[in-house]
Structure formats: C-alpha cells, structure tokens
Nanobody, 112 residues
C-alpha cells in the first residue's frame, strides 16, 4: 500500500489545517485495514502518536490534541486529520500510517 500525505503548511497559532492521506496504486480499500493513524515528529524529538481510527470507527487521540484534532475516514481511499486551534508545539512532520504502510509525511509549522 502506497500512501500520499498532503495538506501541511505554515499557519499562525490558533489557525487550522486539514491533512489528508490517500491510498494510491493499490487495490486495497482502507476499510479493510484494521488501524489507520497519524503520527508526528517534532524537530529533535521522538515520533509520537497523534490519532488513530480503527476499522470499526473507534478513535483515539494523544492527550495533547484531544478536543482540537479530529481524525476521519473520508472515503474508500482517504483518511484526514482536521487540526484546529494549532499551537507552536504542534509543529513537526506528520506521517500517516495504514497498518504497516507509512507515507512520507507532510510538514506542519505553527508560528507564535
């Protein structure tokens, strides 16, 4: 499964971004994948889980993003991460992962 993440960019604190992760060049539909998620890595820090959604639709969020971020399955090929109320601490490269497949990531920069 090949994944393509998009939607990153530069935004001021308090702003919003919507990241999308699309399956490409595959006959697999994401509904068949048990767990889909978004992770991020800030400069100089370890990667961390941001949010996941299971095949049954159960979502899980890191405490640091609860109430601000929403993960959703948009269609048979795309999972999105809506990020509101962004903070400078949210800066990092965001990666989507569907099962054991990872995308290259998209950079999010939040200025203060």
């Amino acid at each position: 499964v090949q994944l393509q993440a998009s939607g990153g960019g530069l935004v001021q604190a308090g702003g919003s971004l919507r990241l999308s992760c699309k399956v490409s060049k595959s006959t697999v539909t994401i509904s068949s994948i048990p767990l889909k998620g978004w992770y991020r890595q800030a400069p100089g820090k370890q990667p961390e889980l941001v949010a996941t959604v299971s095949r049954g639709g159960t979502t899980h969020y890191a405490d640091s993003v609860k109430g601000r971020f929403t993960i959703s399955v948009d269609n048979a090929e795309t999972v999105s991460l809506q990020m509101n109320g962004l903070k400078p601490d949210d800066t990092g490269r965001y990666y989507c992962a569907f099962g054991n497949s990872w995308g290259r990531g998209t950079l999010v920069t939040v200025s203060s």
